[in-house]
């Protein structure tokens, strides 16, 4: 059974900082990639920062560039993204997600269509 466990979410105050997590378990596929997406009521999901499981190159939304680093564990079980210097906009419920192998070249890396299993979600909320 797959399974894409998150952890980490929090209240903050802006500034601050989180380091969300997300475990992997039961994907018996060869991944190309681990994603980062956030979601609010109303609105669409909406790509955080991607890693590439192989050659662990990392993508960030502009949104979130320089305040943001993805990262995946050796074994690319454990995902994480560190937030720094967070924003009242960055609330969000989080979500981890995985793609398959290869990735598919009609969606970018940000595009929530590369991925094919997700997690439950962690909530960020950053207070003023």
């Known amino acids: 059974q797959v399974r894409l466990l998150e952890s980490g979410g929090a209240s903050v105050q802006a500034g601050g900082s989180l380091r969300l997590s997300c475990t992997v378990s039961g994907i018996t596929y060869e991944r190309c990639c681990m994603g980062w997406f956030r979601q609010v009521p109303g609105k669409s999901r909406q790509g955080v920062a991607t890693i590439l499981v192989r050659s662990r190159t990392a993508y960030y939304a502009d949104s979130v560039k320089g305040r943001v680093t993805i990262s995946l564990t050796d074994d690319a079980q454990t995902s994480y993204l560190q937030m720094d210097s967070l924003k009242p906009e960055d609330t969000a419920m989080y979500y981890c997600?995985?793609?398959?192998?290869?990735?598919?070249?009609?969606?970018?890396?940000?595009?929530?269509?590369?991925?094919?299993?997700w997690g439950q979600g962690t909530q960020v909320t950053v207070s003023s």
């Open positions: 997600a995985s793609g398959r192998s290869p990735m598919s070249s009609e969606f970018s890396v940000l595009d929530p269509r590369t991925f094919q299993n």
